[in-house]
């Protein structure tokens, strides 16, 4: 046995970052995980993998696309799905190398195996129960899968699935038209796959801001993902290696069905809190499954905390990590803080689409009066030239104060573009703020400069 100021269940974006930051603040920090790596569903089966696959298929479809266009010639190369496989392993495997390494330099104890916490104060790992005066759930999500459809990896695939499937197959319907089904549809597509994306709403991506995801189906519809909307799936069923998705469409309750190599089922994940011993330790619980937390990560359990996943708010990576953040230097006796108003969301197909802050529909809703700065990246001479001008910079103001409220991008670098208006917001930035600030030409920045100049006076360049 042995005992440490915090331990962490779970070595994911929330859980590793915790306990570096507890560390550097003088904590005695262990993290238990199962998996064999660290870095959890993001960097072993997540965020990371995808982002290769989506960098490699993105570089074949500017081969097929844009190359003879700059007198490149020479044909499209072939595609070796082993190759792209292992390319994507090699990723995985230096960052989770470098996260032992980072555990290794702050003196982060791993304690390998499956925890759970027999009693407050203690946590078990295999047949050794250890103690700590802190105690932080870091334990991520799973993906939640339709009732009565049965997720076997193979035919019918989660995220996890999708990313090492055995070839490339020639048909895929898509189960959700959330962040998950748009990269891993758009990865397959690129590959030559025929994409069906069958999505309950009548909108893909919900929760965006409704004009982004307008451009934004259309912009993927052009790239040859084909969408089934209003569509509710009743069933999937398998045989002789195919499987065939039966869905009901809500305007007139009609049946109808798509067959398909594979499907992937991408309709939302749940808190992955299995096994912890939670319910014997009393420990309270919403409805959807996330543990109950205060403003500060805490439980009704003394000394035991939760963040990322397991608790509320949006299952992203980079919230995951600010609260791990917090809740260390909360741990240490200092202020911890997350500001929720600022929490980037970014999804990374071509063109990448990324927000933050309020859409439209949540001012017109909040009876808010705003005002709307918009450029298209057809008028910025870099996007141009890169064959990238598809998109537009959407920019919401405060219609008295100019009080930046929201930003919306979907083309070029947009999962970069967003974080000079996050940093704005922090600041309580206006639009004439942004707008007044010196960007370099020629970038893609410049089209946020100018949707920030559009709030005002007008944009230059349209
Ligand atoms: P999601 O919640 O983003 O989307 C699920 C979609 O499935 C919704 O549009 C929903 O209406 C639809 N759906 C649900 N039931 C259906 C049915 N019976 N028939 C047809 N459609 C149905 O979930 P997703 O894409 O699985 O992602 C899970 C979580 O992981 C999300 O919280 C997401 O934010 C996060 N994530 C974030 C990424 C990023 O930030 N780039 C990448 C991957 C995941």
Redesign the pocket.
């Known amino acids: 046995m042995a005992s440490f100021d915090t331990i962490i269940i779970g070595a994911g974006p929330g859980g590793y970052v915790c306990a570096i930051r507890a560390a550097q603040l003088g904590l005695k920090v262990a993290v238990v995980e199962g998996r064999d790596t660290l870095g959890g569903t993001c960097l072993n089966v997540?965020?990371i993998p995808?982002k290769a696959l989506l960098h490699a298929t993105h570089s074949l479809h500017e081969v097929h696309e844009n190359f003879e266009k700059m007198g490149l010639m020479g044909g499209a190369p072939t595609v070796d799905w082993g190759k792209m496989q292992a390319y994507k392993a090699d990723v995985v495997s230096g960052n989770t190398k470098g996260i032992e390494f980072l555990f290794k330099k702050n003196k982060v104890t791993w304690l390998k195996g499956w925890a759970t916490i027999p009693a407050a104060g203690k946590v078990q790992v295999g047949d050794e129960v250890h103690e700590a005066k802190n105690i932080v759930i870091a334990t991520g999500?799973e993906?939640?899968a339709?009732p009565g459809i049965t997720i076997d990896e193979t035919i019918v695939v989660s995220?996890t699935g999708a990313l090492t499937l055995p070839s490339i197959p020639k048909t895929m319907v898509v189960?959700?038209?959330?962040?998950?089904?748009?990269?891993m549809g758009s990865v397959y597509a690129r590959l030559g796959t025929a994409v069906t994306v069958?999505?309950?709403?009548d909108a893909?991506?919900?929760g965006m801001d409704a004009e982004v995801a307008k451009s934004f189906q259309r912009i993927l519809a052009k790239q040859g993902l084909k969408f089934v909307l209003g569509?509710?799936?009743?069933s999937v069923e398998t045989k002789d290696g195919m499987a065939k998705v039966s869905?009901k469409l809500r305007k007139n309750d009609s049946d109808a069905s798509l067959d398909a190599e594979v499907v992937l089922v991408?309709?939302?994940?749940k808190p992955f809190t299995k096994g912890l011993g939670l319910e014997a330790l009393g420990v309270e619980m919403l409805p959807r499954g996330q543990v109950k937390t205060d403003a500060h990560f805490a439980t009704n359990v003394k000394g035991l905390y939760a963040i990322g996943?397991a608790i509320v708010g949006?299952?992203?990576?980079h919230k995951a990590e600010d609260e791990g953040m917090a809740l260390a230097e909360i741990m240490a006796g200092k202020a911890g803080h997350v500001n929720y108003n600022v929490i980037p969301?970014?999804?990374?197909t071509a063109p990448e689409v990324a927000s933050v802050g309020a859409t439209e529909e949540q001012l017109k809703e909040q009876g808010r009066a705003y005002k709307v700065g918009k450029f298209p990246f057809m008028g910025n001479a870099r996007a141009k030239a890169v064959f990238q001008a598809e998109g537009f910079v959407k920019l919401l103001a405060d219609a008295a104060t100019d009080r930046i409220l929201g930003a919306h991008i979907i083309g070029p670098g947009a999962g970069d573009l967003i974080h000079e208006v996050c940093v704005a917001m922090e600041f309580g930035a206006s639009a004439q703020d942004l707008a007044l600030t010196c960007h370099a030409h020629p970038t893609y920045s410049e089209a946020v400069r100018e949707a920030a100049l559009a709030c005002g006076d007008g944009a230059i360049h349209a």
Do not use: K, N, W
């Open positions: 997540g965020c995808s999500s993906p939640s339709l995220s189960i959700g038209a959330g962040v998950i089904g748009l990269e069958v999505e309950y709403l893909i991506t919900p569509a509710a799936v009743q869905y991408a309709t939302g994940r996943d949006p299952m992203l990576a969301g970014v999804v990374y």
